[in-house]
């Protein structure tokens, strides 16, 4: 739980309801969360904070992606974890996550195999 | 045929008089004398006479006896119209030489009184300057004949001489009635200048009546001759009627046979020694005939009718054509039948064998029309244009699609591209018609006037052969291959539809499982927030909430996969998504424990859409994983000994090209081992939200894999069985891209 309490979570996703009960189930897990609505503001998060794992849906406000999200987190910590969330995901899009080491999580998602791979994540980064 | 010459006095032998008139005369007498007490009356003696040629000696003796000295007749030949003298008493021949003349010497005074038919005393014509008497006689009578009397005639040749006034020529001395010949003859007397009136008298009167005597005599001897010539003429009438092979029956009014020939009697005649079946045979034969008859009679003239009557001798029908004629006496009174019968037995066969022959040509002719109006048919419904041609490979038959190409049979065809098409269609028909082979195939391009385009047509002919077997006609057909390829084409294009409308369906699916998702997303993480935190009491109802939803995300999540699968259409490799698929559930079915056998086939490449096949092997690769799954469950049974744990979990994927059709078929087979599909939801196993996984399932799965298989063409086969496993069968069609 100590470790939890230090890792800190970004969260992106521009359903408010369910960017709200992603961040509690994080807080509930222990984490620190910072959730986003948007794109632009998860960028200038990333631009003043540190985060250990970014979770970022795909689609996100005005035909942004969650890629732009994650390239840019990347830009400043190249081996961040991300984990991008979303109900679909066209073959391209798939084969672009899996080539930038990116995992992807299909909704609705089974919650035990979200935060089992959240803790993955983090585990395998610290080590 | 007139009897008279041959036994009239014309005729009378010379010789039989003329010898020792005196002896003779004498002995003559005698003769006479003791056959009648008349003869003193030599009128009466002249009664003594039964023949005519006994009449004229009779009376040159009674002239002689009343005291002339001599008398002689002359007697006319109507044929060569000589005059001479046939008998007399004490002439001289040189005296009798005077009197040979000819009928037409008209200035001889002998013939004078012939032709004027009355007695003259011709001074010094006879011997020694005296005078003659010269008296004719000739064929006359007070009455007509019998048979003028019977036919009413009043030109009989006896009472025409009779009346002075309308005596016929002596030339043509025949009877109209009786059409008997007459005589004429001058009987000459020498007068002694002594004789007186008185005398003369009696002597013409004993000349005529002998002459009345004479004429009688001939009269009735005419008749005997003529009956004599008719029994001739009915000999040989009756020698006709039985040497003729038809029977011919003569009868009276009252249809009472008369006479009947041999053939007639074989039918007719029931002889004494006839079988009773003959007998009746017979009398049925009568009984017929007769009643024809009677129906003849009555519908007047000549008739005929057939009749079937019995050979008794051979017991064989004979079927007879009976033609009557009545017979009528000289008065007009019908005084019986004539029945000729025709043997029509072999005729009415032939006839009938015409007929039948006829009804079969007619017959046959109907057939061959319903088969030309079938062919007809036939080459109107084609759809292609076909020709038909004679030996010589000239055109004479076009279907309306031909007509279109060639111009009409007979038709003057003007315009070029019809006209360029005849000239290669006559080389193809010319080179087919004179080649070996008796089917070919071939290519023309031609100019097609609707469309006025050139089109390149197949060509397929055959040739019709006649029974020499030497070709009598060639059939060709043409194929339009451009048509052939649209159709393709538009299947194809029907195909594509049909996928893009099940794409189309799967797309409105997703989006709609898209937006609902996001809330999803929401609700379930809520109700996971409120673990733990549920009021005693409420659990149970906080465990439905749960569950419920989870089905619901699963729906969602099935939904979001048809969404994803309405990538393009195109050519891809059934092979090669097998493979991908099975290595994406590889690691699950190896922790599942079941092993996998794959065995691919050589298969074309197929078109439609790879995403949604991919789709169709995973739905099923997941139902035989969850089959076998559920055979693998910690098993109930209280010994603990595991029914199935022996039991090996497998799973078959095979995939065949089937090349039956043109372009074939690929099937694709997912078998398993496991718990089979159960038998309470087999036939509503493809309806959506029918599922065996109880809450596990969401019930899509099979309606997703038969949604794209029919939008591709193609067909499922299932077979399972419970507790043993499931087979799946894929066949689509090959389309070429």
Not at chain 2, 355 to 361: D, G
Request: aromatic letters at 6%; a neutral charge; charged letters at 25%.
């Amino acid at each position: 739980m100590a470790d939890k309490q230090r890792s800190r979570v970004l969260v992106v996703d521009d359903e408010r309801n369910v960017l709200l009960t992603y961040r509690m189930l994080l807080e509930q897990e222990g984490y620190d969360a910072t959730a986003s609505l948007t794109a632009k503001e998860a960028i200038r998060l990333l631009e003043k904070q540190q985060f250990d794992i970014l979770l970022c849906d795909l689609s996100l406000e005005e035909k942004r992606t969650g890629f732009e999200v994650i390239n840019a987190a990347r830009e400043r910590d190249a081996d961040l974890p991300a984990v991008l969330l979303t109900g679909y995901a066209s073959p391209e899009a798939a084969e672009y996550a899996k080539a930038n080491d990116v995992a992807v999580l299909y909704k609705p998602i089974e919650i035990e195999e979200f935060l089992k791979t959240i803790a993955t994540l983090l585990k395998e980064n610290h080590a | 045929m007139t009897a008279g010459e041959g036994q009239s006095a014309v005729a009378m032998k010379k010789e039989s008089l003329s010898p020792a008139p005196a002896r003779s005369r004498a002995a003559g007498m005698e003769k006479v004398e003791r056959r009648s007490s008349f003869a003193r009356q030599p009128s009466l003696r002249l009664l003594l006479a039964e023949r005519s040629e006994e009449v004229l000696p009779i009376l040159l003796d009674e002239i002689v006896r009343m005291g002339y000295p001599r008398a002689f007749i002359a007697s006319s030949n109507f044929e060569s119209g000589q005059i001479a003298v046939s008998a007399e008493v004490n002439c001289p021949a040189n005296y009798i030489k005077r009197f040979s003349t000819f009928l037409w010497s008209g200035d001889d005074p002998l013939v004078g009184v012939l032709h004027k038919g009355e007695p003259a005393v011709l001074p010094h014509a006879a011997l020694n300057r005296r005078a003659l008497y010269a008296h004719p006689l000739i064929f006359r009578n007070r009455t007509r004949c019998w048979e003028a009397e019977r036919s009413r005639q009043s030109d009989c040749l006896a009472v025409l001489n009779d009346r002075s006034v309308r005596r016929m020529a002596l030339q043509e001395q025949t009877c109209t009635a009786c059409e008997m010949r007459g005589y004429a003859y001058v009987v000459g007397v020498d007068l002694p200048k002594t004789t007186t009136e008185r005398q003369l008298n009696e002597l013409r009167s004993i000349i005529e009546l002998s002459n009345r005597y004479l004429s009688r005599l001939f009269k009735v001897e005419h008749y005997y001759n003529r009956m004599r010539d008719m029994d001739v003429v009915i000999a040989q009438m009756e020698t006709v009627l039985a040497s003729m092979a038809d029977p011919v029956i003569l009868t009276d009014p009252q249809h009472r046979v008369i006479t009947q020939n041999k053939a007639a009697e074989r039918f007719f005649s029931i002889p004494d020694n006839a079988s009773e079946g003959a007998q009746r045979a017979l009398e049925l034969n009568n009984l017929l005939f007769s009643a024809a008859l009677s129906s003849m009679a009555m519908s007047g003239t000549d008739s005929s009718r057939d009749l079937t009557l019995v050979d008794a001798k051979e017991g064989e029908e004979v079927l007879f054509e009976a033609v009557t004629a009545p017979t009528y006496s000289r008065e007009g009174l019908r005084t019986g039948l004539v029945t000729v019968m025709r043997d029509v037995t072999d005729l009415r066969k032939a006839d009938q064998e015409v007929r039948q022959n006829l009804e079969k040509l007619m017959q046959a002719e109907e057939i061959v029309r319903q088969d030309r109006d079938r062919m007809s048919l036939v080459i109107e419904a084609v759809g292609d244009p076909i020709i038909v041609a004679d030996n010589a490979g000239k055109p004479v038959q076009f279907d309306s699609l031909a007509a279109q190409l060639f111009g009409k049979i007979g038709e003057d065809v003007r315009d070029q591209g019809r006209v360029r098409n005849l000239v290669k269609l006559s080389a193809y028909l010319t080179a087919f018609t004179f080649a070996f082979g008796q089917t070919e195939e071939g290519k023309l391009k031609l100019y097609h006037p609707p469309s006025d385009t050139h089109v390149e047509f197949n060509t397929r002919s055959g040739k019709i052969l006649d029974a020499r077997g030497q070709v009598s006609h060639t059939v060709t057909v043409l194929r339009d291959l451009s048509a052939l390829r649209k159709v393709e084409e538009l299947r194809v294009q029907a195909r594509m539809l049909e996928m893009e409308k099940f794409a189309a369906t799967g797309r409105l699916a997703g989006t709609i499982a898209h937006e609902v998702n996001n809330p999803m997303e929401a609700i379930k993480n809520s109700i996971h927030l409120l673990q733990n935190r549920v009021k005693p009491g409420a659990e149970p109802v906080y465990e439905i909430l749960k569950s419920e939803t989870d089905r619901v995300a699963r729906i969602v999540r099935q939904m979001l996969g048809l969404y994803r699968s309405s990538s393009q259409v195109g050519g891809f490799d059934i092979n090669r998504v097998v493979e991908d698929t099975l290595a994406l559930f590889g690691r699950q079915l190896e922790r599942a424990g079941v092993t996998t056998a794959l065995d691919l086939g050589k298969i074309p490449p197929v078109v439609g859409s790879a995403d949604q096949f991919r789709q169709i092997l995973s739905n099923l690769v997941v139902n035989a994983k969850d089959a076998m799954a559920q055979l693998d469950a910690p098993n109930p049974i209280p010994n603990g000994e595991s029914s199935v744990s022996d039991k090996k979990l497998r799973l078959y994927l095979r995939t065949r090209h089937l090349s039956g059709s043109a372009t074939g078929r690929v099937v694709v087979t997912i078998a398993d081992t496991g718990s089979g599909i159960p038998q309470n939801i087999r036939d509503s196993m493809f309806e959506p939200f029918v599922s065996s996984k109880g809450e596990k399932g969401t019930g899509l799965g099979l309606w997703i894999v038969r949604g794209i298989t029919q939008s591709h063409g193609g067909k499922i086969r299932v077979r399972s069985q419970e507790g043993r496993g499931t087979v799946f069968q894929i066949y689509l069609p090959v389309v070429r891209s």
